[in-house]
Structure formats: structure tokens, C-alpha cells
């Protein structure tokens, strides 16, 4: 039986990248966002390519109502892979950033994230297997990221959770498998949502996407894509705080423009 695969921020960026891979390898989608004509013409374009069924469910997540409407609309549906991708960013000083923006963004990337991974988490649990993989981002495993700081620390507990519950479900030999995703700069959206231009290279979701099936094919806890973000991810864990932390502001200065 074709497996279902559930993809938050299906509308654009990794989770279409997403959508299109899961797809090709003949699975049903449910496909969430807040952009339904996106998810509309996502699923038109997977029906012709592959006649994928794909479920369209928008929600904004940063609306705690529409959290508890999309549980209680699946609820009765099994989903063996759950790909809880959706957030933003906020670039700029703390001292100068909008705090509803910010607001929303911790009630995206943290709050909304949270409820639906343990809502899947219990689900998959029950039904006797499963896979989530949580989108944090490289940002998550470093000790704080200045001009950006809200972001960094919502990915960090992404990150965080994501580790706890992994280590937590390894001691009950549960056969439910959890990751987090934590990519470098990718050429999505993300920019532009976020105000920013990349300091670094980014990569394609398309790569992003290989080495995400790559590292849940070898049943990885933190998934890093490209070879030279797992060096600077290494290399990071050497410099104490007080050196590292200028070091990233010189960074995130650099992509304010
Ligand atoms: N691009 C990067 O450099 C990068 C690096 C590391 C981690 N990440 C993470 O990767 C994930 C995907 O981002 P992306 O790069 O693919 O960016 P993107 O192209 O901007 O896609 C973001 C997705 O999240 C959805 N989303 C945002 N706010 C939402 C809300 N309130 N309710 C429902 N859906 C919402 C968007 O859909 P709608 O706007 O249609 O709602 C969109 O589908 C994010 O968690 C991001 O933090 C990105």
C-alpha cells in the first residue's frame, strides 16, 4: 500500500522539493500552508507527472486554532511520514525587530512545531511505526545567533526537542524514528521572507532534499547537508562562545546587506 507522507510548508522551497521526491516514489500527500492556489496547483502538477492523491489542507500555523483543526482533521488518517517543515525567519537587532513578527515566528517555528511533532509522535507510536523529520537549520547547533537571535534560538529547540525525544524513544526500542534537518543557506523563499541576502552559498533544495532522504535512509539523529556545512558545523563545536559569537555577528551583519 502506498505510504502517506504529511508536508508542512508544502507551498514552496524544501517542502515542494519534498512533495515533488515523495511523489515520484508513488506516495499519497497531505499537503499544508497557508497559500491553498500554491498547494492547488503542487497537487495538479503531481497528479499529471506521477497521478499522485494528494489531500490539500492549508492552515496557518501561527494560529493556534487552525493547529487544533488540522489534528482533529487527521486524527483518523494514518501518515507514515511526517515532514514538519514549515517556518520563517526575522533578521535584524533584537532592539529593532517587530515583536508581533517575532511573536508569530515562535508561534510557528516553535509552538506549532512542537504540538503537531507530539501529535505525530504519539500517533505513530500507537500505530506501530512511523518517521518525522523536523526542519531546524543549521543555526539551531550553534550557541546563539546575533542580529538574527529569535530565529537561531527557535531553531535551536527544534533541535533540542528533536534530540531529547530521539534519545527517549531509542530506550523504548520504539519503532517510530525521529530527526531534525539542519541545513546551511538554501535558494528558497526563505531570503526574501527573512529580508536578507546569504552571506554564504546556499544550495538547492533539490540537494537539500537528496541528502535529507540520505540521512533518514541511515537512520541519522541531526542530518547536516553538504559535506562543507558538516565541516563548519565540526569546526564550530572547537571555538568557545566568546570567540564564536563575533564571529557570527560578522556573518549575520553581512546578510542584513
Ligand atoms: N532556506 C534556508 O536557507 C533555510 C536554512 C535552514 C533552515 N530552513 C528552514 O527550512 C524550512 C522551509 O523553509 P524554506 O527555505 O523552504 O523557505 P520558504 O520557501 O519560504 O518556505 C517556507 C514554507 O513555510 C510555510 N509557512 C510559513 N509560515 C507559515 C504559517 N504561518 N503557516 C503555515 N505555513 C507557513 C510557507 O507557506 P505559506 O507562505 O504558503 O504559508 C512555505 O511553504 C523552514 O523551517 C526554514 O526555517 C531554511
Known amino acids: ?58 492552515a496557518d500555523l ?25 517556518g520563517f525567519g526575522v533578521c535584524g537587532s533584537l532592539l529593532e525587530t517587530d515583536p508581533a513578527k517575532e511573536e ?10 512542537r504540538r503537531l511533532f507530539q501529535f505525530m509522535l504519539r500517533r505513530m507510536q500507537a500505530q506501530g511505526g512511523g518517521t518525522i523529520l523536523n526542519v531546524a537549520s543549521s543555526a539551531g547547533l550553534l550557541p546563539g545567533g546575533p542580529y538574527m537571535a529569535g530565529y537561531y534560538a527557535s531553531k535551536a529547540y527544534v533541535v533540542s526537542l528533536t534530540r ?54 541511515h537512520h541519522k539523529t541531526i542530518i547536516v547537508p553538504s559535506a562543507f556545512m558538516r565541516l563548519c558545523t565540526s569546526a564550530q563545536k572547537l571555538l568557545p562562545t566568546p570567540l564564536l559569537m563575533p564571529i557570527v555577528a560578522r556573518q549575520q551583519k553581512k546578510k542584513l546587506g
Not at 494560529?63 to 482533521?73: H, Q, W
Not at 508569530?104 to 512545531?113: H, P, R
Not at 517510530?176 to 546569504?198: I, Q, S, W
Request: negative net charge.
Open 1 to 58: 500500500m502506498a505510504k502517506t507522507v504529511w508536508i508542512t510548508g508544502a507551498s514552496s522551497g524544501i517542502g515542494r522539493e519534498f512533495a515533488r521526491r515523495y511523489a515520484a516514489m508513488g506516495c499519497r500527500l497531505i499537503l499544508t500552508a497557508r497559500r491553498a492556489d500554491r498547494l492547488t496547483a503542487l497537487a495538479e502538477e503531481l497528479n499529471d507527472a506521477h497521478g499522485t492523491v494528494c489531500r490539500i489542507l492549508p
Open 164 to 217: 531529547g525525544a530521539a534519545q527517549e524513544l531509542r530506550e523504548k526500542r520504539s519503532p517510530v524514528y525521529v530527526c531534525a534537518l539542519c541545513p546551511g543557506p538554501v535558494n528558497t523563499e526563505f531570503n526574501d521572507r527573512a529580508g536578507v541576502v546569504f552571506a554564504l552559498k546556499g544550495i538547492t533544495p533539490e540537494f537539500c532534499v537528496d541528502e535529507a532522504i540520505h540521512g533518514m535512509l
Open 104 to 113: 508569530e515566528m515562535v508561534q510557528v517555528n516553535v509552538a506549532a512545531m
Open 62 to 86: 501561527a494560529d493556534r486554532a487552525d493547529c487544533d483543526r488540522l489534528c482533529a482533521e487527521l486524527a483518523g488518517e494514518r501518515i507514515d511520514i511526517f515532514l514538519n517543515n514549515a
